[in-house]
């Protein structure tokens, strides 16, 4: 659902006055995309991207010491080729609808996504972020402390190794990026599907020319650790921006877009150069409420707003409390680690036995 489209929202707790008209004027002056500033961010994003792969081209016959660290620089620059293709999704980085489709399908390619597909799941994800009775695209798993208490013991254990962090941040995110991305949701729409296969077989043809210069194994290791940290870094980003203290979830009746935003989406406030290769991502409270406004406007719209201003920051320091999250507890409407369970199944067999 498109957020223009939202047309008479309910306040959010502690902002009465914000409805649909007031925060669309808010917005709307950040909403133009800048061709000066999208050309610069693409100069500073690909152009050292590119020259990255070409000193690994060149250190790799001298010493895997010299080319591993800058794979993990390559990584880090790969996160941020991301947001790029994440705003040609929206449609926000440039005026062109063609530009941001062409753009979007060639940083596709480079971050192994499927520019179509991607663009049609993450719209469901901002149609439905914070929304509990829809939940399950484009999303991190996440069950309420009932439903893991009345699920099947292969449920539990299932959900239990998704949430475990070295199967979050380490394994599922090379899987997503290297295997469930080459293979089509089957309720996709005919052009999404297609853009799966098309990047798939660009992607090969990359691969193809680069294994010509590296070879098969340089080329894998390589690819292999450049992907790996975006990719972490990419799902630890996703992670911190929907699962923080005092996040927001709603069932359907209750549910309000402008609260889901600005309360069930984070202020992940980083240090600069961070914020820098994450591409302003971090005020994703804000990309929640208009995902028309570029990312090189974020902090601008951000600071010319007292309201955007009075969200409270998740601190690079204070995300890592995200670990412990597992659960959605709607009775005290917060997420909770697995200890709390054990107050919740001696209330469940009380409730069973009345």
Known sequence: MNDLAMSDMNPIAGAPQLRAPDWKQIVAPYQTPSFRRGVRQIANTLLPYAGIWALMAYTVTISWWLTLPLAMLAGAFLVRVFIIFHDCGHGSFFKSAAA???????TGVLTFTPYYHWRWEHAIHHSSAGDLDRRGTGDVWTLTVREYLEASRWKKFAYRLARNPLVLFLIAPLFLFLFMQRVPSFRAPTRERYSVYWTNLAIGSLAAGLILVFGWEAYLIIQLTVLMVAASAGVWLFYVQHQFEGVYWERRPDWDYVAAALQGSSFYKLPKVLQWF?????????????????????????????????????????????????????????????????????????????
């Open 278 to 354: 994450s591409g302003n991502i971090g005020y994703h409270h804000i990309h929640h409420l208009s995902p028309r406004i570029p990312n090189y406007h974020l902090e601008r719209c951000h600071r010319a707003e007292p309201l955007f201003q009075s969200v409270k920051p998740v601190t690079l320091l204070g995300s890592f409390k995200s670990f412990t999250f597992r659960l959605w507890d709607e009775q005290r409407r917060k997420l909770v680690g697995y200890r709390h369970l054990r107050e919740e199944r001696r209330k469940l067999k009380r409730s069973r036995l009345v």
């Open 100 to 106: 941001n489709h062409v753009l979007g399908a060639i």
